[in-house]
């Protein structure tokens, strides 16, 4: 997938920071701003039916994490959601934006929390959807990759692909657009997708969301928390937990909906996004 190009969507900006070069785009003109952090193992374009309702009221900022879609990825790249963490204070200061919201999904919402919590970012809103913070967060079939990686790598390319498919298939509760589901799996197909694909697994490291567990009371700004109530990766149970870890947080179930929640239900993302960004109250 060649610059994350598919119905349009294309990411055609790159920024250089310490650790590689980023492909990112800004959808709308006007208004402040917003970014948005994609998880595993999807990529920016997860987030293509959510732009459109945000970019009429701001500056929306989207990009492919390292490792993913357009964005750099190869030997020696550090992809752990501490390296993404410092890679996001880095784009929010290279773009030059001031307190900006964030909405950060799966491993996106450990990576903004970083950003917030360690890295000294000033966020004026967080979202967090089915977002990986709370540990443990491993699935099963993520520590069995973990535990014969050699095995993985060895793999023909076919059955690995294989694999990727059968995860990406569990990650929605009703079959994803034939679309979506292409673009996010042929970014780990062939010989090198399949190494990029083991390199992000091996550097997911639950002592990154670790640390920020003893700081989630500290959050001052207002967090909204969304979930997929039939999540089969993070049980809605974690949303739960969340909630009472930050306090004054708000929490959104969505019925009928699974991990990818963005896939699932677009719409009611959308609308629960423009809502709470656009609200103005003080936090009570």
Not at 95 to 120: C, F, M, Q, S, T
Not at 135 to 154: C, I, N, Q
Not at 162 to 184: C, H, I, N, S, W
Not at 231 to 251: P, V
Request: charged content about 25%; some cysteine.
């Amino acid at each position: 997938m060649s610059g994350n190009a598919a119905n349009g969507w294309r990411l055609s900006r790159r920024e250089r920071v310490l650790s590689g070069e980023v492909a990112y785009e800004v959808f709308g003109e006007d208004g402040p701003p917003v970014v948005l952090v994609h998880g595993t193992p999807s990529c920016s374009y997860i987030w293509r039916r959510i732009v459109p309702a945000l970019e009429r009221r701001y500056q929306v900022y989207v990009y492919d994490l390292l490792g993913f879609g357009g964005s750099q990825r190869g030997e020696g790249l550090d992809v752990s959601i501490a390296a993404q963490g410092r890679t996001l204070a880095e784009l929010v200061e290279a773009w030059g934006l001031e307190e900006p919201a964030v909405a950060g999904h799966d491993i996106g919402g450990g990576i903004a929390l970083r950003a917030h919590l360690l890295e000294g970012v000033t966020f004026s809103r967080i979202a967090l959807l089915d977002a990986v913070v709370l540990t443990p967060w491993g699935t099963l079939p993520l520590r069995h990759l973990k535990e014969h990686l050699g095995a993985y790598r060895s793999m023909p390319g076919n059955v690995f692909e294989a694999y990727v498919a059968a995860r990406l298939g569990q990650a929605t509760k009703r079959p994803m657009d034939e679309e979506a589901f292409e673009v996010y799996l042929s970014q780990w197909r062939g010989a090198a997708g399949q190494e990029a694909s083991l390199r992000k697994d091996e550097a997911l490291l639950e002592r990154d969301t670790a640390e920020l567990e003893p700081l989630l009371g500290s959050i001052g700004v207002p967090v909204q928390i969304v979930w997929g109530e039939e999540d089969g990766w993070l049980d809605a149970s974690q949303a739960l937990r969340l909630r009472e870890e930050i306090r004054g947080s708000r929490l959104e179930l969505i019925p009928e909906a699974g991990h990818f929640v963005q896939e699932d239900a677009p719409k009611k993302v959308a609308q629960g996004l423009v809502a709470f960004l656009s609200e103005n109250e003080e936090r009570v």
